[in-house]
């Protein structure tokens, strides 16, 4: 029977009915440990990991027997590609699986930032009144870095909110029917950061998004404008961030992700204009419910010798041998 291997806190139904049929080893905490991962590795036929499991080539070259990775969650930052298609290994990603999620995660923080709403309740539950205006954000203009899956999904949020919906995205094809339907206007990156009253991240962390917003990007924005991020959390200089709060030109943030996951308490924990969430944009039990049964379908079509649809990498079957 082959072994199918769970290094991290994945779990539910789909997973359970998948392990009626195959056996499945699963330590959570694996991931913290190279020597547990080999040994786990060793008789493995396929791996599910979030995005903690370094899936490397020495990830590889300890799994002899792997055919297939499954991320759990659409982020593919701690997978090397290149390195599971020399090893003729299938990777699947649900890419899209938590849309809605992330878009209505992304919505909400915008929200209670222009209504103050976590200021209020404080203040109010300390016994003070205080009824200070606060903002629309019907009228204004959201901004997105991405037009991908999470990003058109917060675009139609934010489209029935009354927005004008701007995307930067040079990968997306400019005459896309979707764009056009859901009515996002693409345009080039300082554009989209000029014009949005709210700005939200929808991007991998690679090399060419590396504190792409800092200092000298966080001051194109409108002054007061609000930055979510539901991306990853290099994109953003936090440093600059800080500094941009603390002088008005941002007037507030939401960050689900950070540069450090889980950062240490600092400054942006204590400041009044910032949300923070551990994470957690993607996480709904309706996501986590489809991400597993997608898993569960790809692991067990790869393991009955067919070939994964949900494939990210160059192989939807597994190579034995591949080409250097």
Known sequence: MSTIVITEDVSGPAYAELGTSWSIERDPEAWKSRVLMQSLLADAHAVIVRNRTQVDQE????????????????????????????????????????????????????????????????????????????????????????????????????????????????????????????????????????ASDVLSVHLPHNESTHNLLNADTLELLPAGALLINVGRGEVIDELALLNALNTGRIGGAGLDVRAVEPPEIGPLEKHPHVILTPHTAGVTVQSQDRIGRILCEQIALVLAGMPATYAVGRHSVPVTEVAS
């Open 59 to 194: 990830f590889f070259d300890g799994a002899p027997h792997l055919k297939i990775v499954a991320r759990a969650g659409v982020g593919l930052d701690n997978i090397d590609l290149a390195a599971a298609d020399r090893a003729g290994v299938v990777v699947v990603a649900p890419l899209g699986a938590n849309a809605t999620s992330v878009a209505e995660h992304a919505l909400a923080m915008a929200l209670s930032l222009s209504k103050r709403l976590i200021a209020s309740d404080r203040s109010t539950r300390e016994g003070r009144w205080e009824r200070m205006p606060t903002q629309e954000l019907g009228g204004k203009t959201w901004g997105l870095l991405s037009a991908g899956a999470t990003a058109r999904a917060t675009a139609r949020l934010a489209r029935g909110l009354g927005m004008r919906v701007i995307a930067y995205d040079p990968y997306v094809d400019p005459d896309s029917a979707e764009i056009a339907e859901i009515g996002i206007e693409l345009a080039p990156f300082e554009s989209v950061l000029a």
